[in-house]
């Protein structure tokens, strides 16, 4: 995974007014589900319309066991479960859905995913200045940073 190294400039706590360095992902764009049906076509016997509905019962047997409050375990893929965030209060009366701050499904790798990531090589590929720097979209899919230029590509990491 090719990294950027990101100059930037620290607008709140002790460092304010500091020239700081940090790492963004560099996204190359995303695999798209068009892109996955035609693999599964390719490598299966499947007809891209059998992908596309066992695709899409999947997701609707994850969407049901989510909303029942399930942990769903999806094998190789690793598991997806429900989560909540809710205040605290002083009383057994005062806890009701009204306290609940948020609700999120969460995604947990397992097996061959996380130790693909474990043995990721990592690789600094350039130096950007702050005011050049593309979105931060390093934790959403397909990023949003793209590569630039090419100094330090021999800094292997990992």
């Not at 090719?2 to 360095?21: A, H, I, N, R, S």
């Not at 965030?85 to 499904?105: G, H, L, N, P, R």
């Not at 005011?131 to 990023?143: A, H, I, R, V």
Request: glycine share 12%; proline share 4%; net charge negative.
């Amino acid at each position: 995974m090719d990294l950027q190294l990101v100059k930037t400039k620290m607008g709140v706590g002790p460092k304010k007014g500091q020239e700081q360095y940090t790492l963004k992902r560099v996204s190359y764009g995303n695999i798209t589900s068009e892109a996955i049906l035609e693999e599964i076509q390719s490598a299966t016997t499947f007809s891209r319309a059998d992908a596309d509905a066992i695709i899409h019962a999947f997701a609707n047997i994850m969407i049901e066991g989510i909303g029942d409050g399930r942990i769903v375990d999806l094998g190789v893929l690793g598991t997806i479960y429900p989560k909540i965030t809710a205040k605290a209060v002083d009383s057994k009366e005062e806890c009701t859905v009204e306290t609940i701050k948020s609700k999120s499904i969460l995604y947990r790798p397992d097996g061959e995913l996380s130790d693909e990531a474990k043995k990721m090589k990592l690789r600094i590929i350039d130096v950007v200045p702050s005011d050049k720097t593309p979105t931060d979209g390093d934790d959403t899919p397909g990023g949003g940073n793209t590569p630039g230029g090419g100094t330090g590509g021999d800094d292997l990491v990992g």
